[in-house]
């Protein structure tokens, strides 16, 4: 298996609403990351866990609480987001880490009211 | 901070011709990485090419890169209308991937 998956493929949330995003990885990769891209821009790296843990966090704000229950797993949690928060939110891993190439989920396309 | 700076923004061809995209980084970096990306969906992982390889060949890609010049460039060679998609060079930084703004390349049948 050779796909990095996400859910859902859309999201549509209110300002209040608490909400999750989930990622899953079947590969044995060792690192996973999230990345938020707008509309025409570049992905931007928001968080890395490594072996599980967070290694690197893009002084991301705390409406964004990612978790890593196990190696195959991502989530990232919402809550209380702004609508400039809208953006497509992707998924990546990768075999070690640090210099390998990652893979990449989908994506999904996050809308906040 | 952005790492790759990438030229130009947007690409239009005609299927057969070749494509050449350049990119540009600021500091030293571990590898750069290429990557496509269709509209609206995940990326795809291209090829990567060390900090001490010079060139790479993979199928219908060429990938350069000078150390010196902090710049790297990727030729897709007898391009095909399914070559159209936006294309992101990653410098990669201390184990990050810093994406630049990309090239839209588009390729006419």
């Known amino acids: 298996d050779t796909e990095v998956t996400q859910t859902p493929k859309h999201l549509v949330m209110g300002m209040t609403n608490k909400k999750s995003l989930k990622c899953e990885q079947h590969?044995?990769?060792?690192?996973m990351y999230w990345y938020k891209q707008k509309a025409k821009k570049p992905p931007e790296l928001m968080f890395v866990?490594?072996?599980?843990?967070?290694?690197i966090n893009e002084s991301v704000p705390s409406r964004f609480s990612p978790e890593c229950p196990n190696s195959s797993l991502l989530n990232l949690h919402l809550h209380a987001l702004q609508p400039e928060d809208s953006a497509l939110y992707l998924c990546a891993s990768s075999q070690w880490g640090g210099v390998s190439e990652q893979f990449f989920g989908p994506g999904t396309r996050l809308t906040v009211l | 901070s952005q790492q790759g700076e990438e030229d130009p923004q947007a690409l239009s061809i005609q299927e057969g011709e070749n494509a050449t995209m350049n990119c540009s980084y600021k500091?030293?970096?571990?590898?750069l990485q290429w990557y496509r990306q269709n509209s609206g969906r995940g990326l795809v992982h291209l090829i990567l090419?060390?900090?001490?390889?010079r060139e790479k060949h993979s199928g219908r890609l060429r990938v350069t890169l000078d150390t010196s010049k902090k710049s790297s460039s990727l030729l897709i060679t007898a391009s095909r209308a399914a070559d159209t998609a936006s294309y992101f060079c990653a410098p990669n930084q201390g184990g990050k991937l810093i994406f630049g703004q990309g090239t839209e390349l588009s390729v006419k049948p």
């Open positions: 866990y490594s072996y599980e843990k967070l290694s």
């Open positions: 500091t030293s970096i571990n590898n």
């Open positions: 590969m044995g990769h060792r690192a």
């Open positions: 090419i060390r900090s001490n390889e």
